[in-house]
């Protein structure tokens, strides 16, 4: 406990740095998410395409993953962020194709019959139905990113990683348990935070 009051800003440091790459990639995997599951809901075969695509990326093991990035993009950030959205993109291409091929054909018939353009309907109906499992989706996505982020630590991506790997090297216990003590904790806030929005959705649906 001594060590972490005397260094707890290197720790909030280090977690901002986690939480930086982590939205950072999050963000740039739904971007590019988001318009291939809409496709991907209308289309099974570009649905089975980007499946297969993102799900072989998804199988990569991470470090494999970082170390053939670095011809490419060296070390830092930009390595881990990659390798990121790479293993967030399944997922979430999932749930968006699934969660608008659920919503009832008969709520999007009655839209197109108030004269609503097939883009209305989607940004205005389809999309808000289906949030309940996007959201879901952005959850498991979350989740994973922040563990492949303390790993990233081995490609100078900064993040926990770095206290925890640190601490290995330098046998040195407290900074150790630090890191992954802040990495666990913040894990399972987000988990727990996006869970209970996702409860939230689909009560408000149901109603």
């Known amino acids: 406990m001594s060590w972490v009051a005397r260094n707890w800003d290197q720790i909030a440091l280090a977690l901002m740095q986690h939480v930086g790459i982590s939205l950072a990639a999050l963000a740039i995997a739904f971007v590019i998410a988001l318009p291939i599951g809409v496709w991907a809901a209308r289309n099974a075969r570009v649905e089975a395409a980007a499946i297969a695509i993102a799900g072989f990326l998804y199988t990569i093991p991470t470090l494999a993953f970082l170390a053939l ?26 749930n968006i194709a699934t969660g608008i091929r659920q919503v009832p054909a008969e709520v999007v018939d009655s839209a197109r019959g108030m004269g609503m353009a097939a883009r209305q309907i989607l940004w205005r109906v389809e999309l808000p139905l289906a949030l309940p499992l996007i959201v879901a989706g952005l959850r498991i996505a979350a989740v994973t990113v922040i563990s492949v982020s303390v790993v990233a630590a081995y490609v100078n991506a900064g993040g926990l990683g770095t206290l925890i790997f640190n601490g290995i090297a330098t046998d040195h216990p407290p900074k150790i348990w630090s890191g992954a003590l802040a990495a666990c904790a913040l894990a399972i806030a987000v988990d727990a935070s996006l869970s209970a929005l996702e409860r939230r959705m689909r009560r408000e649906r149901s109603l």
């Open 69 to 94: 990035l670095i011809p490419l993009v060296g070390l830092g950030p930009a390595n881990a962020i990659i390798a990121m959205v790479a293993f967030s993109l399944v997922v979430l291409i999932r």
